[in-house]
């Protein structure tokens, strides 16, 4: 939730508007103000860099972190639940290398976080429709498949320059924005879970069963 805010907060700081179709998601967080040819001829200028960069860090810690802690509430206890949140966790890595390498200042350290990002979290997004608990309802375990094949392909049409009508910077976000829409909806299925048991009086889960 913090980084859609944040994004929004700082392409709102931008003097020239800054475009959803037009733009990378990461021009948000470039240092420098330029005139940049590659893959788009667009100009950068993001006053709220910073802003920008510490709201990726901080999404790929919690994604990390949240991919170690969640435990039999959320996952099966099987060989293919372990990959995927390998490579979940993988995806945290690479939007807190991503923010800590602004792509005008490391290229190929940012260019390696997006990586991870939409290859290794997307794989593992596809996975996890065949990872979840059984009690997990249906809809979100087929919808975490769903998703990530549409990340997955959106991926390979922005490596091939293929936009289909939405842009460079909106072919972008289809191929990054499901994995962010997945940890959205599980996460509001936690709390609300939590809140659940909270009004029954059934006491939170056992720090043992977290794992």
Known sequence: MQFFVIHVIAESAWARPYSWARNNISDLGNAHCALQSEPEPRYICSPEHSLMNGSFVALGVLLVVGAAL?????WRRSRTATVSRLLLACAGAGFVLAGLAPSDVAENQHALGALLIMAAGNIGLVLTGFAL????????????????????????LFLAQHYLGLGMGGMERVAAFPLLLWVLAVGIRGFVRRADRLHQGVPAEHPSHVG
């Open 133 to 156: 608990a059984e009690d997990v309802p249906a809809p979100l375990r087929w919808g975490s498949g769903l998703l990530g094949v549409t990340a997955i392909t959106a991926f390979g």
């Open 70 to 74: 969640t435990g039999d509430s959320l």
